[in-house]
């Protein structure tokens, strides 16, 4: 692990404003059973995406435990359960994550860094293991992991429509019950 090696060659930590540092930081987090604390080294799209999703979920359950009948509100309320009520974005990074593989498949994969290549506002980590992890440069200077992006961004996508279906649907609930 980066960490690992810092540790054995007695070398300083790397800060967390070049891509080597957020690295070693994410790796640490796993190796500590800390997967939350990665969150803080992703990108700054992937973390609004997170918070994106909980907040649709969150809206989208109080509209179907108001309006909806059984059972499609058990179904529902037990699909989002969890996101709907995450305290915090990184709390839905964690469940997503946990649910995706995406933590097991980082763990099994990080390495040392062994090279950094930069380029403007992005970077590429390169691994003892030959794996290529690619960052962008936040607002805030630190490093953040893109990896997870797209995919997050598409979950808030689809938090988002379904809240739009979720709320005209609970309408219709509530039109023919006479409310």
Known sequence: MALGTA????????????????YARIALALS???P??????????????CYSIRDARHQASGRVKASYPEPERARLL?????????????????LLATRRGWIAR??????????TEIRDDRATVVTARNSRYSFRRRDNGIW???????????EAERAARDLEVITRAADDYERGRGR
Do not use: C, M
Request: proline fraction near 7%.
């Open 7 to 22: 540790i054995v060659t007695h070398r300083p930590f790397p800060p967390d404003a070049t891509p080597e540092g957020a």
């Open 32 to 34: 500590n059973g800390k």
């Open 36 to 49: 939350k604390d990665a969150f803080a080294y992703l990108e700054t799209d992937a973390q609004w995406a």
């Open 78 to 94: 037990e699909e989002w359960r969890g996101v709907a009520d995450a305290p915090d974005g990184s709390d839905v990074f964690v």
């Open 106 to 115: 980082l763990e099994k994969d990080l390495s040392g860094a062994t090279r």
């Open 144 to 154: 953040g992991l893109t990896l997870f992006t797209a995919e997050l961004q598409a």
